[in-house]
DNA sequence: ACAAGCCGTTTCGCTATGTGGAACAGCCTG
DNA sequence: CAGGCTGTTCCACATAGCGAAACGGCTTGT
């Protein structure tokens, strides 16, 4: 374990997250490192190019060329490249956002959208998380495992107490969306909308992706609902099996 | 310098360039490095998520998480940020694909874009790049420096030799692009489209990025054509001053 | 069938390399 | 003006990464 390697990925994570430039002192504190050591660290990032420091505040953050090393990945990615024709197609079809997810850990990944033109609100953005359970994505692929309890309790815990689920009642949500075929929720990751979600299959079967649709709660409901869960249905057996991760 | 860091991140960027998984050979043999360090590094990435290696043929590749680590900059780009919601007007006005691109080196790349819902032919990717000459964004750009030979015969060497590209006749359009107020390509890194792209300036003034409409030849002519150019100049006005990179 | 070669992996002694404490200089705050 | 923040530099020490070599599995070619 090359423990350097370890710690200037640290630090270039911390940076990646951090919404606006870090000082020194912030990294040091953040990742329990010495002073000198981040220092150094951030120098070396910065003779790669892959962080950049702001002259007046001698700030530290991640340059475009670490986000350049992603797009290289996520464009090759064959699970996303298969599906993606798909999610454009059910977004004129329903004129609703798409999505397409999958699990990490205990939480869901998003990997690809096709957003409404005009959609009003916050959407969660590629590349972020949501604890399974929060998300309809996450439930769909839950309702989908043999055994979800272990996974339900961690992803619950990992969830806003405001939230208030619970354990039995998700359970049996998960059940609900079993029988069904596919799960919906309000109230989740993004409050205002109701979001249904249907699992896909990996090659063993085990579910390794979602699709989702996601509207407003207020629109999502009588018969362009029923008309939006045809689509995604029908668009969830016409991918059939994906290629994982 | 921390060296190890430095050899970590070029297997990092030569397994994300890679469009494929690679053998621990290749990758020693790319990088010049030995074959027990590169393995070293390997196993690293690998307890840290970032590289997995496809049990059957042994092969390393990237991970999502990777992608995760970029999508999290690119989210909170400003200039991506600010620039985003003019891209989407502009596409819906003139029906073509559009683009934002920055200057890095003698290249540019492409930050992202509004594509036509049904393109049908190859469109550069997000976060990939081309030389600047190569480009009508990049043109545009170049046309706004005050004395850009040195980066036009860098650029024209990056090429492929069979554009064709000679410096007197690449500096006589950037002249004619920048009395123009706009560059226009057609042949160039998209072969079969007419690309027209004009530059952003940035605070000290000096051009720090390049919007740019694509489409076509056949269609990026005579009134439609004037239109878009309409589009793309009213547009760049209303932007103004960006903030860099 | 055998051998030759390439593959990924593992080992291990050496020393180059990263480490962290302390000292330095610049900046704002009180 | 003093005090406590910064970010930065320095350096002796020992740790942590290095690379040559050996290992064993798998395919290739004869």
Redesign the pocket.
């Known amino acids: 374990?090359?423990?350097?390697?370890?710690?200037g990925m640290a630090v270039l994570e911390a940076l990646a997250r951090a919404k606006r430039p870090l000082?020194?002192?912030?990294l040091t504190e953040q990742l329990g490192?010495?002073?000198?050591?981040v220092?150094?660290?951030?120098?070396t990032f910065m003779e790669l190019g892959y962080v950049q420091?702001d002259p007046e505040t001698?700030?530290y953050f991640a340059s475009l060329k670490t986000w350049e090393l992603g797009a290289g990945i996520i464009s090759t990615n064959s699970l996303r490249r298969s599906v993606a024709p798909h999610l454009q197609a059910m977004q004129e079809k329903t004129r609703e956002t798409v999505m397409l997810t999958v699990p990490v850990d205990d939480e869901v990944l998003f990997l690809d959208r096709a957003a409404q033109v005009r959609a009003l609100r916050y959407l969660p953005l590629n590349g972020t998380r949501a604890p399974m359970v929060f998300t309809a994505a996450g439930r769909a692929i839950l309702s989908r495992r043999p055994d979800p309890r272990d996974a339900v309790a961690r992803s619950i815990a990992a969830c806003p107490p405001e939230a208030g689920f619970v354990l039995s009642q998700v359970l049996e949500d998960l059940e609900k969306a079993r029988r069904d075929g596919f799960a919906s929720l309000v109230g989740g990751f993004t409050p205002w909308a109701r979001v249904v979600a249907v699992a896909l299959p990996g090659p063993g079967g085990a579910p390794a992706a979602a699709i989702a649709i996601s509207g407003p709660e207020e629109r999502m409901a009588g018969d362009h609902l029923a008309e939006v869960l045809d689509v995604l249905l029908a668009t969830a057996a016409e991918i059939g099996e994906v290629s994982p991760a």
């Open positions: 374990m090359d423990t350097t390697v370890a710690k000082r020194l002192a912030a490192l010495q002073k000198s050591n220092h150094r660290l951030l120098n420091q001698s700030r």
